[in-house]
């Protein structure tokens, strides 16, 4: 055995490894050792430090007014985010995509606090702090969920706003729980049988040299793709997120039911629909279908970006809310001026139902 490998055994025994150790094991140890991925030991470190990044970025959400709650549901304690409960403003639902959490909102989050109530909740069984009671969820479980968290917040109509697997429970609770729903927000949304369970298939068998050709369809625009040190970060933790078992089990207990092809039709409130041009992780038929399919849906492709608008295209997602929801009259606070300023959005172009494939 190499002496890489004795030193990774001794390390993999020792439980009691302090933050100094784990820190210089991250620098010298995992970060060149990028095509060993399975090491217990690189898994172990960067999972603890992953928590520990997520812990600390949650007592600053907690700091600028963004405070944790915890409500009790049928499949156990959801853990989110709440701008203000005592505030009048209507509530704006966001929810995060697959293997995520409720953090990758927090810049559209800071943009729009002075403009509705913003509610952010850790979907089960992801990157977050909710608990859940069961040990995996299928996508009505995960659906429902949301619902339950709806209703205890409000009993008025909320908008919702969902990215990925995030926009797939967006779209069905607005199909089936439309008493719930004003308005819907989707971002690259997830749940159309076009290349049905290609996703699944994609992540289950997912290697690391794999990921590293996928990951710029993910998250191609700057800083993601542009920065090394945030690139290289944000791709060791997004391949472990999508890598994890409980990813895996949901993907794998999506049933061809669960798919939003026939409920399309169903959803009759205003639909605003905003999909990254460059998108790998999923078929950019999905936009024009559902372009067609509903009715009352206003849809624009953002160039030069992928998967994640949230993070990628933060402007562009702001401009684009704040014209749907008729928030423009409401003045910018510091933190939106402060990004419009130094930012600017991506080209967008609307999703034309011409360009459909016909093979679907």
Request: charged content about 20%; hydrophobic content about 40%; proline content about 5%.
């Amino acid at each position: 055995m190499s002496p890489l490998g004795l030193s990774l055994n001794t390390l993999s025994k020792n439980t009691k490894l302090n933050r100094f150790l784990r820190l210089n094991l991250l620098k010298y140890v995992v970060r060149p050792a990028r095509k060993v991925e399975d090491f217990d030991v690189i898994k172990s470190t960067e999972l603890q430090l992953d928590k520990s990044v997520s812990a600390a970025f949650k007592k600053y959400l907690n700091a600028i007014g963004f405070r944790s709650y915890v409500i009790p549901t049928q499949f156990g304690e959801m853990h989110y985010y709440d701008s203000n409960p005592k505030s009048d403003l209507d509530p704006l639902i966001f929810i995060h995509g697959l293997g995520s959490s409720a953090q990758s909102w927090w810049i559209l989050a800071q943009m729009l606090d002075n403009k509705r109530r913003i509610i952010m909740p850790d979907l089960f069984h992801m990157s977050g702090f909710s608990k859940a009671n069961n040990p995996v969820m299928d996508f009505l479980q995960h659906s429902q969920s949301v619902v339950e968290l709806i209703k205890s917040i409000t009993n008025e109509k909320v908008d919702i706003c969902g990215l990925s697997l995030g926009g797939w429970i967006s779209l069905h609770i607005a199909a089936t729980e439309c008493k719930l729903i004003n308005k819907v927000i989707l971002m690259n949304p997830a749940g159309l049988k076009i290349n049905l369970f290609a996703l699944r298939d994609t992540l289950t068998y997912l290697s690391w040299k794999k990921f590293q050709t996928l990951y710029p369809g993910i998250m191609k625009a700057f800083p993601y793709t542009g920065a090394l040190f945030l690139s290289e970060t944000a791709k060791r933790a997004l391949f472990r997120n999508l890598k994890s078992d409980h990813v895996k089990d949901l993907l794998k207990l999506s049933k061809p039911e669960h798919f939003m092809d026939s409920f399309l039709g169903k959803i009759k409130c205003p639909v605003l629909l905003l999909w990254g041009r460059e998108d790998q992780l999923l078929s950019n038929q999905i936009p024009i279908v559902l372009t067609k399919c509903i009715f009352n849906i206003r849809s624009v492709w953002v160039e030069k970006c992928a998967h994640v608008l949230s993070l990628e295209a933060p402007v562009n997602c702001y401009l684009e809310i704040n014209q749907f929801l008729n928030l423009s009259g409401i003045k910018d606070n510091k933190f939106a001026k402060t990004l419009l300023s130094v930012s600017k959005p991506y080209p967008t172009n609307p999703i034309d139902i011409k360009e459909m494939n016909n093979d679907y």
